[in-house]
T-cell receptor, first 116, second 116 residues
């Protein structure tokens, strides 16, 4: 079974600064999907960004970008210009090839605090 | 409409009660999911419906009974629950179960269940 590891249970960053959340995963596949989901105190999980493993270019969504290192099986999330609304639990997730979301594996999460 | 709506937001029930959680989406999604999330943990998959048919049951106890009356609605019937079943129950939907980068989960805000 695939495992997804988030080694930072908690992180904090000053407002307007940049923070990087780490994620590593274990797989023997070559084509798969990786996701970052955000869960603010409102509880709703929201998709932040996705990466397809066959694409070498790192995904970017506004202030959110990833550093995808396929050989190292690393998928970190960089948040630039941190805002108070970024405070949330962040979950990294892996989805294997040939399956849909029923095979999505989540990491244990990183709680991000934004310091005003 | 890009939302998944869950009701009720909070539910307190005794171990002998029968209650139901409701989930609704009008995005035309044909896959719907129930997740259970304990505090500070990632969501755990319980059930998956695809085209209104139960596709996956992750060995969930029979005191949880899912139902998909139509393509927009998903219910979770609760009976004879235990205190350890207290958790956040998240509903999600996706276009299908296909392996596609566009096939991502849209979550509801969850129903917080407390079993006394």
């Amino acid at each position: 079974a695939q495992t997804v590891t988030q080694s930072q249970p908690e992180m904090s960053v000053q407002e307007a600064e940049t923070v990087t959340l780490s994620c590593t995963y274990d797989t023997s596949e070559s084509d798969y999907y990786l996701f970052w989901y955000k869960q603010p105190p409102s509880r709703q999980m929201i998709l932040v960004i996705r990466q397809e493993a066959y694409k070498q270019q790192n995904a970017t969504e506004n202030r959110f970008s990833v550093n995808f290192q396929k050989a190292a099986k690393s998928f970190s999330l960089k948040i630039s210009d941190s805002q108070l609304g970024d405070a949330a639990m962040y979950f990294c997730a892996y989805r294997p090839p040939n399956f849909g979301n029923e095979k999505l594996t989540f990491g244990t999460g990183t709680r991000l605090t934004i310091i005003p | 409409d890009t939302e998944v709506t869950q009701t009720p937001k909070h539910l307190v029930m005794g171990m002998t009660n029968k209650k139901s959680l409701k989930c609704e989406q009008h995005m035309g999604h044909r896959a719907m999911y129930w997740y259970k999330q304990k505090a500070k943990k990632p969501p755990e998959l319980m059930f998956v419906y695809s085209y209104e048919k139960l596709s996956i049951n992750e060995s969930v106890p029979s005191r949880f009974s899912p139902e998909c009356p139509n393509s927009s609605l998903l219910n979770l019937h609760l009976h004879a629950l235990q205190p350890e079943d207290s958790a956040l129950y998240l509903c999600a939907s996706s276009p299908t179960l296909a392996n596609s980068g566009a096939n991502v989960l849209t979550f509801g805000a969850g129903s917080r269940l407390t079993v006394l």
